[in-house]
């Protein structure tokens, strides 16, 4: 049985998003359908839709969805109609990284999330002219209303959690509180700076509240992210733009350099900030996307001095482990996602877009019109 569903599909790079009408096809064994209720924007999303991540067109995107299982495959076990379920990426579970824990790094990332194809290259979905449309972004294409996904990256949400809501969980507020928590795993009273307030970084800045961190800096040229920041852990707030050296203002404001840095721009010149503004030793972890290759020089002395720069992928985390963690934090009131969000009506993808370009938001959601939508 085919079925219909309402897509964002982008035809080609740098082309606004249209909704379109798409067909859905039978479901293989080892597949579910979920019906989404909300679907975050994230920048890898934008990234991709400008041509700087080689998916595929035409294509539908959208990778933080959320909603409920409607069908499963006759192989699926762990997953029932009706369950409630956040999408994170996909990865095989079967190669040497997945089996020691590191599923952000599969041998089979690239394929199964920028494939936009089946593993056996057919695509999931169809035009109205039956002409194919690439899906399986990060396993799921969420800027639709109909996703297929696996057990893989389909991950059952506590029931008292707000399923619209909870799609940011699977990619951005992850990486960002994964990196704080699992990566860094900065210890009670340390100090740590979080270099870009967007949904990545103020996910680290609640995740470095949740550890216990001390001193907690926030650096973002927005003025109308630091009151957020603030009200979510951050006990500094600055603009990059009020100091000449800020690496300089951040070793004093922190008695000698932070501990650690959370780096969410992705640019050299922040890159060389968040290693300035390290005490020795320390470490920074650098997650912002950039659209192809980034080339970035940095001061080896700061390296010798005991620092270092790592790179982190998806927060570093196993979904089915992490997101659930998150979304009990969530639920006791320590993870406000919440407080980052703001929603819009799928039918305004345009209006949401805009809002995320030019900062406004923090995180967006696309909400749909389902009835009984909770």
Not at 70 to 75: P, Q, R, W
């Amino acid at each position: 049985m085919t079925r219909t569903a309402t897509a964002a599909v982008l035809r080609e790079y740098g082309a606004p998003l249209r909704l379109e009408t798409v067909t859905v096809p039978e479901l293989r064994d080892d597949e579910v359908l979920v019906e989404i209720h909300g679907v975050g924007i994230c920048h890898t999303d934008l990234t991709a839709a400008a041509g700087g991540v080689p998916v595929p067109t035409p294509v539908v995107l959208g990778h933080e969805g959320a909603g409920v299982v409607t069908e499963v495959g006759s192989a699926v076990t762990g997953l029932a109609v009706g369950d409630r379920v956040v999408l994170g990426f996909d990865s095989c579970r079967t190669c040497r990284n997945c089996a020691r824990g590191r599923h952000a790094y599969c041998t089979r990332f690239a394929p199964l999330n920028y494939g936009g194809v089946r593993a056996d290259g057919s695509a999931v979905l169809r035009d109205t002219d039956g002409a194919p449309v690439h899906g399986n972004w990060f396993g799921q294409s969420s800027f639709s209303s109909l996703v297929v996904a696996t057990e893989r990256n389909a991950v059952r949400l506590p029931a008292d959690v707000p399923v619209a809501l909870a799609g940011p969980l699977g990619c951005g507020l992850a990486t960002g509180a994964g990196t704080v928590l699992e990566v860094l795993r900065p210890e009670q009273g340390s100090t740590i700076v979080v270099f870009g307030l967007g949904a990545v970084g103020t996910a680290a800045v609640m995740a470095a509240r949740i550890a216990g961190c001390e001193s907690i800096i926030g650096v973002d040229p927005n003025p109308r992210r630091h009151g957020l920041a603030r009200s979510l852990g951050a006990t500094e707030v600055l603009s990059p733009d009020d100091h000449d050296d800020l690496g300089r203002h951040l070793r004093r404001l922190t008695g000698g350099g932070a501990d650690y840095a959370v780096e969410a721009v992705g640019t050299e010149s922040v890159i060389r900030q968040a290693l300035s503004s390290l005490t020795s030793p320390g470490v920074c972890a650098t997650l912002g996307l950039r659209a192809g290759r980034n080339p970035i020089s940095i001061d080896q002395t700061h390296l010798l001095s005991g620092r270092t720069l790592t790179g982190v992928i998806e927060g570093d985390v196993d979904p089915h482990r992490f997101l659930p963690e998150l979304a009990a934090l969530w639920r006791d009131g320590r993870f406000p996602v919440d407080e980052l969000v703001q929603t819009f009506d799928f039918t305004k993808l345009d209006d949401a877009l805009a809002a995320v370009t030019s900062g406004e938001v923090v995180k967006a959601v696309l909400t749909f019109d389902i009835q009984g939508n909770t």
